[in-house]
């Protein structure tokens, strides 16, 4: 079917304006928030009452998404959950859900809040944008209401959703994203029944958006970047840390330089549950984060970045991850090699016994090279070099090859891959390597006291992990995290 003349007329008009406005770079915002949670969020409350713990959180997160405009912030993003909580029954959680509609009905809430009525928080978010002139990225529960005819519908006659919406700086819906890839935990949503891959156009930039557990699957994670494009990724996210790979910073960070797109994290803040770290990343490595696991303080970020990375100067080159390693000599396995869990998955370790040198330790095809120097060999740490190829099947399902220098939790070998945050041993140099059968590869490392090295480190083009200068800190792991996707269901 053919567009009536006008319509043409219309999105030629909107895409010549957004170029004509356009910027080559913007400044952005992630607010990491404490929430208020419910007294007791197994029993269902009344309307009222859900509304009234919704605006206290809306209270708090309108003074950021002000302090952020104030700031010249073009955009904020909000943590998941982060309006109402989480750990609901599926029947306490519906007197926070709203009838989201989609963006296509070209709706502002705070103008016209009666059009799709009852919608507060919705009305309330738009009111934040509009009034602040500010993009506003939250998340939402969605509802939406079914019958017989719809064999998949459920047995209380509605879908629940965990839902991203996002307004532009005039207060309208452009955005909606219902998450694909719930936790286990999230028995009180629905999955969607098909993957939505969400973007959007601004004057500075092409954005794609998903939700927390959504980052470690091909869809829509890789969809956004790798088909659509995608120059900067909104990331809402509830996330509970866990060493020595997948603390949020230290991932989320790994996960911007390996897909080369900018990406605005932003974590709820709840130490009891090791929820904290959020974050605006670039392809060249952090540009602002936060990880505070002593106080239970909330935390503004804001930074520039370039509105299209991929054209940038500091755009990191294409890899070749499997070069450099597939030329060194291949790997025969030692006797003084052993096995550790990490995350419940068996690594194969090998111990650095030597200040310096070059070491070797493979797991079925992956074979991980290690060169070292440390600036002093202390007897009281202990750091192995690891490799695990094989599919994780804990929390999801998903095939992983991960080559990893880590520090053990003691002088016990026992010990290693146990969560550790802190170190004192300083390495001069480190050059890390993997013989990877997939191009999605996330290169992580993580100084003592759970810090980032943005700057020290770089990837060359030959697949090598490696300090650019001296490293300023105590090294708690040097990371290659591989996610092979097409493997997950073999």
Known sequence: MVPPRPVVHAAVFALAALQALASDTFIAAVYEHAVILPRAAQETVSPEDALALMNKNMDILEGAIKEAAQQGAHIIV??????????????????????IPDPEVNWIPCTDPT???????????????????????????????????????PSDGRYQYNTNVVFDSEGKLVARYHKYNLFMSEEQFNYPKEPEAVTFETHFGKFGIFTCFDILFWEPAVVLVSKLQVDTVLFPTAWMNVLPFLTAVEFHSAWAMGMRVNFLA??????????????????????????????????????????????????????????????VEKCIPDERDFSGLIFYDQFTFSELTKPEGSITVCQKDLHCHLSYKMAEKREDEVYVLGAFDGLHVVEGQY????????????????????????????????????????????????????????????????????????????????????????????
């Not at 309006?83 to 007197?95: C, K, L, N, Q, S």
């Not at 083009?461 to 490293?471: A, E, H, Q, V, Y």
Request: net charge negative; hydrophobic share 30%.
């Open 399 to 490: 095939y992983l090859q991960i080559c990893t220098l880590l520090k053990c939790k003691s002088t016990d070998l026992s010990t290693c891959g146990q969560p550790v945050e802190t170190a004192q041993t300083k390495f001069d140099m480190f050059s890390l390597s993997g013989t990877f059968g997939t191009n999605y590869v996330f290169p992580e490392v993580l100084y003592s006291d759970v810090q980032l090295a943005p700057g020290e480190f770089e990837v060359l083009n030959d697949g090598r992990l490696i300090s650019k200068t001296k490293p300023t800190k105590p090294v708690v792991t040097v990371t290659l995290f591989g996610r092979w996707y097409e493997k997950d269901h073999l």
């Open 115 to 153: 059009r799709f009525a009852p919608t507060p928080v919705l009305e309330r978010l738009s009111c934040m944008a509009r009034n602040n002139s500010i993009y506003v990225v939250a998340n939402i529960g969605d509802k939406k209401s079914c019958n017989s005819s719809d064999p998949s519908c």
């Open 266 to 327: 932003s974590n709820t803040h709840n130490t009891i549950m090791s929820m904290t770290g959020s974050g605006i990343y670039a392809p060249d490595g952090a540009r602002a984060y936060y990880y505070n696991m002593k106080t239970e303080d909330g935390r503004l970020l804001i930074a520039e970045l370039d509105s299209h990375p991929r054209l940038s100067p500091a755009s990191p080159p294409a890899v070749s991850w499997s070069s450099y390693a597939s030329s």
């Open 78 to 99: 909000t943590p998941e959950d982060g309006i109402y909580g989480w750990v609901f029954t599926r029947e306490a959680i519906y007197p926070y859900l709203e009838d």
